[in-house]
């Protein structure tokens, strides 16, 4: 039960766009399409932006993105924002009937 | 209000037990599988455990397999985790999270987290 790979820090300025890359196995992100992204700020619980790859929950912005290839999953943010400033999270179930959490990164929002 | 409000974490030995309990309120948990989810200070999130929404299936991270045991009363809306054996590097504040597909869209609830702090 590795943890998916993430860079641990990425930057934009307002109104760029950026992309999270997770990196997974066979095993987890390339068997199945039920990778979820989060968003966490400092003391704050995490929030679900986009589940199954690419699909967002009600009243997630459309400026966030999922999708996928192969054993990788990213996240693409457009139009950054100041309040985007956050770690990012992806999870992935896996064939072991469990999950995992990628590392996380840290958008920083120049 | 959808609330999940997590309780009974604090210090402990190591080697210790501690049970927490995660109380839902504003929903049914019932039709939810159930997740636990902790973060070691200043580090990522970590997948623990997850419960189906019947209780009847459950799984765990390596890491805790053997020692922490996943539990649910949904008669009374409750989740719980008994975590035995105790390490340092259980240190961590623990959410516990409801997961649920609604049509095209999906039911996504955490609670604020309970500390744990394994220490002599």
């Known amino acids: ?110 | 209000e959808v609330q999940l409000v997590e309780s009974g974490g604090g210090l402990v030995q190591p080697g210790g037990s501690l049970r927490l309990s995660c109380a839902a309120s504003g929903f049914n948990i019932s039709s939810y599988y159930m997740h636990w989810v902790r973060q070691a200070p200043g580090k990522g999130l970590v997948w623990v455990s997850r419960i189906s929404s019947d209780g009847r299936s459950t799984s765990y991270a390596d890491s805790v397999k053997g020692r922490f045991t996943i539990s649910r009363d949904n008669a009374k809306n409750t989740l719980y985790v008994q975590m035995n054996s105790l390490r340092a590097e259980d240190t961590a504040v623990y959410y516990c999270a409801a997961r649920k597909r609604d049509g095209n869209n999906f039911n996504d609830y955490w609670g604020q987290g309970t500390l744990v702090t394994v220490s002599s």
């Not at chain 1, 039960?1 to 997974?24: D, E, K, M, R, Y």
């Not at chain 1, 400026?63 to 693409?76: D, E, P, Q």
Request: glycine share 10%; charged share 10%.
């Open chain 1, 1 to 110: 039960q590795s943890a998916l790979t993430q860079p641990a820090s990425v930057s934009g300025s307002p109104g760029q766009s950026i992309a999270i890359s997770c990196t997974g196995t066979s095993s987890d992100i390339g068997s199945y399409n039920y990778v979820s992204w989060y968003q966490q700020h400092p003391g704050k619980a995490p929030k679900l932006m986009i589940f199954d790859v690419s699909n967002r929950p009600s009243g997630v912005s459309n400026r966030f993105s999922g999708s996928k290839s192969g054993n990788t999953a990213s996240l693409t943010i457009s139009g950054l924002q100041a309040e985007d400033e956050a770690d990012y999270y992806c999870i992935s179930y896996t064939t072991s009937s469990t999950w995992v959490f990628g590392g996380g990164t840290k958008l920083t929002v120049l």
